[in-house]
């Protein structure tokens, strides 16, 4: 009996010293878990209403009519692209955009121009411009760049600026200079003349692009003429193909993926565009306007409104999945243009020996970080059907694409229209190079050949084009981050 009894007082001393210390350690790590933020994060059920949960759900996994993922191209970008490509657009061969920004619209009367100040694009004079770019001695393949002296900038880059409207007669005849080969059937772009009164260089560092406040009836009639008139779509189809239209409703989706690939990726890449574009409004918004320096940066709010999918009636991770994309269509574009870019005589040339080095080595940095991708997409799949049936699907495809390169002349902000024009042009130069592998392979080692040529202008829209989704991307991350500390 006296066992019994001492067993069992032994077993209760047990069971409250256990739970004393029990006890006490929850308390300890409770204390721990309030005041250390680093040791509470644990992987926690999302809310249906969430930030998270309500933007990027759904932005995972394997994109449409590709095989490759968004965490892929995620870090990819943002550890391996984007530091390179940002670096290589400072370069003064990729800063200066040779461009016309005074071309009437080609479609319906002018409605005017954006009057806010942010919407201008200021003159630089010409001394500011690099020697060798004016003098067009960067088309001459087989002549040494003079080596100068490094040109200072013409302004600070906060502020704003980049047109020369005062370039001689002399510089304008040197860009005639420039032989190119101008088969109109490469060309998805209607390309600026560049030796025009009216072509003026544009310092794209000092013209950032960003929220202007262009808006209402011009802006939408640009968009909606781009989507209702150019994207291909059935003739029985009467919802509107604008992603703005309020009448859109939750069917849009099952006819377009009913569509042939051909015309899935024209409406992607536009999309894509479009998103881009809206990326870069949200990422550099004007936050204050102050009397001495205005305040950029990104606008969560302004973010949500655009790609949250309760904000768009559920578009907004599908607009984001078309900029990935139009990424993959671009990356690819880079990866096969290379061997023309690895031919000693093309020179990035601006008049000054070391810097034209540097670029060209960068630049080729890029191109064997694009080669080394594993999941480009395959353009081969396109236009592979019956050879005639393909040739003018084919023309189609392009003449759309360029009659969308002419809509941007209608844009009424200058500083929208420059960049507008630039990425278009951009994403036509890619095209150009994806539908030219075979002049790309017969290309010489040592001469230029008339089958495949990029003129500068296309060389500097391709890769600031490119530099565009890259950032856009980039500051995705950027808004992730930022919407983890609002949530």
Same mark, same amino acid.
């Given at each position: 009996m006296w066992k019994t009894i001492f067993q069992t007082l032994g077993l209760l001393a047990l069971v409250w010293w256990s739970g004393d210390r029990v006890l006490d350690w929850y308390q300890q790590n409770t204390v721990t878990l309030k005041t250390d933020p680093q040791k509470s994060e644990r992987p926690r059920r999302l809310s249906a209403d969430s930030p998270e949960q309500s933007c990027f759900c759904h932005l995972t996994g394997v994109l449409d009519d590709c095989f490759c993922d968004i965490e892929s191209i995620d870090s990819f970008n943002n550890f391996k692209i984007y530091p390179r490509v940002k670096r290589l657009t400072e370069r003064d061969f990729f800063r200066y955009y040779r461009v016309n920004l005074k071309r009437p619209c080609p479609f319906w009367p002018d409605d005017g121009h954006c009057s806010?100040?942010?919407?201008?694009?200021?003159?630089?004079?010409?001394?500011? #411009?690099?020697?060798?770019?004016?003098?067009?001695?960067?088309?001459?393949?087989? &002549?040494?760049?003079?080596?100068?002296?490094?040109?200072?900038?013409?302004?600070?880059?906060?502020?704003?600026?980049? #047109?020369?409207?005062?370039?001689?007669?002399?510089?304008?005849?040197?860009?005639?200079?420039?032989?190119?080969?101008?088969?109109?059937?490469?060309?998805?772009?209607?390309?600026?003349?560049? !030796?025009?009164?009216?072509?003026s260089y544009v310092d794209l560092l000092l013209n950032p692009e960003r929220y202007t406040g262009y808006q209402g009836a011009s802006a939408w009639r640009v968009w909606n003429s781009i989507y209702e008139e150019n994207c291909f779509k059935p003739r029985s189809v009467y919802r509107p193909l604008n992603p703005l239209a309020p009448s859109r409703g939750e069917g849009f989706y099952n006819w377009l993926?009913?569509?042939?690939?051909?015309?899935?990726?024209?409406?992607?890449?536009?999309?894509?565009?479009?998103?881009?574009?809206?990326?870069?409004?949200?990422?550099?918004?004007?936050?204050?306007?102050?009397?001495?320096? !205005?305040?950029?940066?990104?606008?969560?709010?302004?973010?949500?409104?655009?790609?949250?999918?309760?904000?768009?009636?559920?578009?907004?991770t599908r607009r984001l999945k078309n900029l990935y994309f139009l990424y993959l269509?671009?990356?690819?574009?880079?990866? &096969?243009?290379?061997?023309?870019?690895?031919?000693?005589?093309?020179?990035?040339?601006?008049?000054?020996?070391?810097?034209?080095?540097?670029t060209k080595d960068l630049l080729l940095q890029i191109f064997n970080e694009t080669r080394a991708f594993p999941m480009h997409f395959d353009e081969s799949s396109m236009f592979?059907? &019956?050879?005639?049936?393909?040739?003018?699907?084919?023309?189609?495809?392009?003449?759309?694409?360029?009659?969308?390169?002419? #809509?941007?002349?209608?844009?009424?902000?200058?500083?929208?229209?420059?960049?507008?024009?630039?990425?278009?042009?951009?994403?036509?130069?890619?095209? &150009?190079?994806?539908?030219?592998?075979?002049?790309?392979?017969?290309?010489?080692?040592?001469?230029? !050949?008339?089958?495949?040529?990029?003129?500068?202008?296309?060389?500097?829209?391709?890769?600031?084009?490119?530099?565009?989704?890259?950032?856009?991307?980039?500051?995705?991350?950027?808004?992730?981050?930022?919407?983890?500390?609002?949530?």
């Open positions: 806010n100040r942010d919407c201008n694009v200021e003159p630089c004079p010409e001394s500011m #411009i690099p020697v060798g770019i004016k003098s067009g001695n960067f088309n001459k393949y087989t &002549k040494a760049p003079i080596p100068v002296s490094d040109v200072a900038s013409c302004e600070r880059p906060t502020d704003l600026g980049a #047109i020369n409207s005062t370039l001689s007669n002399q510089s304008k005849e040197a860009f005639v200079d420039w032989d190119r080969h101008d088969d109109a059937q490469d060309h998805f772009c209607e390309l600026d003349d560049e !030796s025009s009164p009216d072509a993926e009913g569509l042939c690939l051909e015309k899935r990726v024209f409406y992607k890449l536009i999309s894509g565009l479009h998103s881009s574009i809206n990326m870069h409004l949200c990422s550099q918004y004007l936050l204050d306007e102050g009397w001495s320096k !205005s305040v950029w940066g990104p606008n969560v709010q302004e973010f949500r409104q655009r790609f949250d999918p309760a904000e768009t009636k559920g578009e907004g269509i671009e990356l690819r574009a880079l990866s &096969k243009v290379a061997p023309y870019f690895e031919r000693t005589f093309v020179n990035l040339y601006t008049g000054n020996t070391q810097e034209d080095g540097a592979a059907g &019956k050879t005639l049936e393909a040739k003018i699907l084919k023309e189609e495809f392009r003449l759309h694409f360029k009659n969308i390169s002419r #809509i941007m002349d209608c844009v009424g902000c200058s500083k929208c229209r420059l960049w507008g024009k630039l990425q278009t042009q951009g994403l036509g130069t890619a095209l &150009k190079i994806l539908f030219s592998e075979k002049e790309i392979q017969r290309l010489s080692e040592h001469s230029p !050949s008339p089958a495949f040529q990029l003129t500068r202008q296309e060389i500097v829209a391709l890769l600031n084009g490119f530099a565009r989704l890259s950032t856009s991307i980039h500051q995705l991350h950027v808004f992730r981050s930022l919407l983890k500390v609002t949530r």
